[in-house]
């Protein structure tokens, strides 16, 4: 125990205040990711339910990345928790209104959407709050071990959600659940904004960094830049199986909500396991492992769309939520060990910004998909086209090896990290 990379994570005083609010909200939104698209599935009419369910899903993130781009004047010198704070707080208001809004019977799948839309709006400055938080109080060396600490509460949280969800909608609905998920936010708020001093966590000495620094962080450093490029084709290939998945089961199976559930709870317990696991990848090259993490994680979401029995597809899907935490984390610490002082909220928010843009990018197209291709084709089509990402990339970083073609700077010591 002594020798574990988390245990100076876990035994840190600020970060023991807000693993309990994060384990929290974690749970919650564990439950979210079934209520939200079954939500959507009863409020939206029948004829168009595939384009409403995308759209919903894709709502739930996608103002965030507007967020980051338009809301830097204000929020780029705030303190980290109050960053974190203020996207819990607004989730809080927002999702609690749908449920109050359901019981009232005035709640329609416009109305739906556009709450969800709100509720986002802070979500990639929240993000980078938590991770610059994480970066300030935690050594570089342990910076891996508490990412990875954040995403094996959520991988947990994504197991036990499911599950939850499922029993809150046989008892009172989805909308249920969304209370339920408001509730957790509200926690995660008090957590942020009331538990975490102001004093002791290190501030940086630089005031001059500008509204665009994220990006320019980004742009001038290859590694950065290339991690990025990968990510968003990463997650916005992935984002069609938000809207196949549930309209899948409903449809294509005739299956209740417990099925999904199944799937999502399966992708939790792989991603637990995950999650342990890459606190002790710190030695390992970034490049190799996160191109093999793309490759195999396409080819496990082939049988989701090849007809395989659903119990073989409920497998794969939770070995290829294995491979999600380790992308995740080793892709957020190499941000955290290449930017430094005030730039980091910038730099952590304009890549949050490019990542929660690609996966309800990849949702949203995944209505007209549906509607062309059907759930299972859509399902084929998202691993086939995950899977050929990843083998093209490590083609390209093999002809780069090779000297066939050149970078164009190369990056400074730490950015080569063997991360």
């Known amino acids: 125990m002594r020798a574990s990379p988390y245990r100076p994570v876990m035994s840190h005083t600020t970060l023991r205040r807000i693993l309990p609010g994060f384990a929290v909200s974690s749970l919650g939104d564990g439950m979210a990711v079934v209520a939200v698209s079954w939500l959507a599935i009863e409020l939206a009419p029948a004829a168009d339910r595939s384009v409403w369910v995308a759209s919903a899903a894709a709502a739930y993130t996608l103002s965030g990345a507007a967020g980051a781009l338009l809301l830097g004047r204000f929020l780029r010198h705030r303190r980290p928790a109050l960053l974190a704070g203020w996207d819990a707080a607004l989730r809080a208001v927002m999702l609690g209104a749908i449920p109050v809004l359901h019981a009232f019977d005035a709640l329609g799948i416009k109305g739906y959407v556009v709450l969800l839309a709100l509720s986002s709006v802070l979500h990639s400055w929240g993000q980078a709050g938590i991770y610059t938080l994480i970066a300030r109080v935690l050594p570089a060396r342990d910076h891996l071990a508490g990412n990875a600490v954040l995403s094996g509460v959520g991988s947990v949280a994504t197991v036990a959600?499911?599950?939850l969800a499922t029993l809150l909608i046989v008892l009172?609905?989805?909308?249920?659940?969304l209370a339920?998920?408001?509730?957790?936010?509200?926690?995660?708020?008090?957590?942020?904004l009331l538990l975490v001093p102001g004093e002791g966590i290190p501030e940086p000495q630089e005031e001059q960094a500008s509204r665009a620094a994220g990006f320019s962080v980004i742009r001038q450093t290859p590694a950065l830049s290339g991690l990025l490029a990968l990510s968003?084709?990463?997650?916005?290939?992935?984002?069609?199986?938000?809207v196949a998945l549930p309209l899948h089961v409903s449809e294509g199976l005739g299956a209740p909500a417990g099925v999904l559930a199944a799937f999502y709870t399966a992708f939790g317990a792989g991603a637990v396991l995950g999650s342990f696991l890459t606190g002790f990848l710190s030695r390992w090259r970034m490049w190799p492992t996160t191109l093999g993490i793309v490759t195999l994680f396409g080819l496990l979401m082939l049988p989701l769309g090849l007809g395989a029995p659903t119990t073989v597809s409920v497998l794969c899907f939770g070995l290829a939520g294995l491979l999600w935490p380790p992308y995740s984390t080793l892709s957020t610490t190499l941000f955290q060990r290449s930017t430094t002082g005030a730039l980091l909220p910038q730099a952590l928010a304009a890549s949050s910004a490019v990542r929660v843009l690609s996966v309800p990018l990849g949702t949203a197209l995944g209505g007209p998909l549906v509607?062309?291709?059907g759930a299972v084709g859509t399902l084929r089509l998202s691993g086939g086209a995950i899977a050929a990402l990843g083998l093209a990339a490590a083609g390209c970083?093999?002809?780069?090896?090779?000297?066939?073609?050149?970078?164009?700077?190369?990056p400074a010591a730490e950015d080569r990290a063997p991360v």
């Not at 009172?172 to 659940?177: H, I």
């Not at 970083?397 to 190369?410: D, I, N």
């Open 397 to 410: 970083l093999a002809l780069r090896a090779r000297g066939f073609v050149t970078p164009r700077k190369e």
């Open 161 to 163: 959600g499911p599950p």
């Open 172 to 177: 009172g609905g989805p909308a249920t659940v």
């Open 180 to 192: 339920v998920d408001a509730a957790t936010f509200l926690v995660l708020a008090v957590t942020f």
């Open 232 to 242: 968003f084709a990463f997650f916005f290939l992935f984002g069609p199986v938000y």
């Open 371 to 373: 509607a062309a291709l």
